[in-house]
């Protein structure tokens, strides 16, 4: 089967910066995106960025464009999202999807429009 796997959340101050990766691994598939999204205690989850399957797509929620950049390498089967001037707001467990059926493409801002999940990193940023 297929898994993602996030890594790279920790600890840091307001201001800082970190790198999330989501490498995937399993059986050879293709995907029509991929996406972060993230879920705060006592919270929906929300959706922070996606990706096309060239890459030449990216999207943003909230205040993120401008701070997050979502990005892929496709011979690393990996996506990535670089965090900048994190904020406290940010903290959450973070996860990643994948979309393989091209629903993403009917709104990409929906949890249930991809069907391969990670387990999440945390990200806690203090002030």
């Known amino acids: 089967q297929v898994q993602l796997v996030e890594s790279g959340g920790g600890l840091v101050q307001a201001g800082d910066s970190l790198r999330l990766s989501c490498a995937a691994s399993?059986?050879?598939?293709?995907?029509?995106?991929m996406a972060w999204f993230r879920q705060a205690p006592g919270k929906e989850r929300e959706f922070v960025a996606a990706?096309?399957?060239?890459?030449?797509?990216?999207y943003y929620g909230g205040d993120m464009q401008g701070r997050f950049t979502i990005s892929r390498d496709r011979a690393k089967n990996t996506e990535y999202l670089q965090m900048n001037t994190l904020k406290p707001d940010d903290t959450a467990i973070y996860y990643c999807?994948?979309?393989?059926?091209?629903?993403?493409?009917?709104?990409?801002?929906?949890?249930?429009?991809?069907?391969?999940w990670g387990q999440g990193t945390q990200v806690t940023v203090s002030s």
């Open positions: 999807a994948a979309d393989l059926y091209g629903r993403s493409y009917i709104d990409y801002r929906i949890s249930s429009h991809y069907d391969y």
């Open positions: 990706i096309g399957w060239n890459g030449g797509h990216t």
């Open positions: 399993g059986r050879a598939f293709t995907v029509y995106a």
